[in-house]
C-alpha cells in the first residue's frame, strides 16, 4: 500500500522523505494557509522533494474556473495530481482534465456511490474521509470496504482508493486488509506506525546486554 504524507509543511515533509518510505504528498487549501506559503512554490518544492503523486487543490468550485486553476497546476511539474471536489462540477472537470491525461484526486468523498461517480470520470485517485464521517456516528471504514468491493468487481475501473482524514494507525492496517491502494497520512500517524513499547523494550535490552559484554562492531 502506498503511504502519503498529508501536510504542506516543506521542512517536514523533507525530513520525512529521507526515510524513503513516502511514496507522495496531498495538501489543501487549509494545509498550505497554516504553512505560510505561497501555493504554486509550495507545490513545486514539494515536488522537488518527493517524486511520487503530488495532490495540489483548486481554490474554485466553478466548473469552468476549476478546469483552468488544474491545467495551471499540472504545469508545475510533471508529478501533480490535480484535487478537485466530488461536485457536479467537479466530476466534469474531472472527465476534462482526465481526458487531457492529466492526473486528478477527487476528494471528500463520503459515499460508496460517489466513489463509483469518481472511477467513472477518470479519477486517478478518490479520497474517502474516515475520520469525519467517524465524526458524524458513521463508521468510516466500512466505506472503504465497501469501495474496494465494488472497484474489485469492475477492472475497467482505474481509480486508486486513497483512504483520508485517518486519525489512528488501526485505520491504516484496516485500509490495507481491505485492500485500499494508498493512505494519506498526517505526519505524527506516520511516524506512529513503526511505534511500538515491545520494541522499545526489546531495543533497551538488546543494547543493555551489549554493553554489559562488551561486543563492539565497530
Keep these: ?32 494557509a497554516k504553512s505560510g506559503g505561497d501555493i504554486a512554490e509550495t507545490i513545486a518544492e514539494i515536488c ?37 471536489p466530488l461536485t457536479w462540477d467537479g466530476l466534469r472537470a474531472c472527465k476534462v482534465l482526465s481526458d487531457e491525461g492529466t492526473q486528478v484526486n477527487v476528494t471528500v468523498c463520503f459515499s460508496a456511490a460517489q466513489a463509483m461517480l469518481a472511477a467513472k470520470a477518470g479519477a486517478t485517485f478518490v479520497s474517502p474521509f474516515v475520520g469525519r464521517l467517524n465524526d458524524i456516528g458513521s463508521e468510516g471504514m466500512e466505506l472503504i470496504d465497501d469501495i474496494c468491493t465494488i472497484f474489485s468487481q469492475y477492472p475497467e475501473f482505474e481509480t486508486e482508493v486513497l483512504v483520508a482524514s485517518v486519525r489512528q494507525v488501526s485505520q491504516v492496517v484496516d485500509a490495507g486488509r481491505m485492500g485500499a491502494h494508498a493512505a494519506t497520512l498526517p505526519p505524527k500517524i506516520f511516524e506512529g506506525m513503526f511505534m511500538h513499547p515491545l520494541t522499545d523494550k526489546a531495543i533497551k535490552t538488546f543494547v543493555e546486554d551489549a554493553e554489559k559484554s562488551g561486543q563492539k562492531i565497530l
Excluded at 12 to 29: F, H, K
Excluded at 55 to 83: F, P, Q
Design 1 to 32: 500500500m502506498k503511504l502519503f504524507i498529508d501536510s504542506a509543511d516543506v521542512s517536514e515533509i523533507r525530513r520525512l522523505a529521507q526515510s524513503g518510505l513516502v511514496d507522495g504528498v496531498t495538501t489543501n487549501p487549509s494545509l498550505i
Design 48 to 84: 522537488s522533494i518527493v517524486p511520487g503523486p503530488i495532490s495540489a487543490e483548486v481554490l474554485s468550485i466553478d466548473y469552468e474556473i476549476m478546469v483552468t486553476e488544474g491545467r495551471k497546476l499540472a504545469k508545475i511539474a510533471d508529478n501533480v495530481v490535480v484535487k478537485l
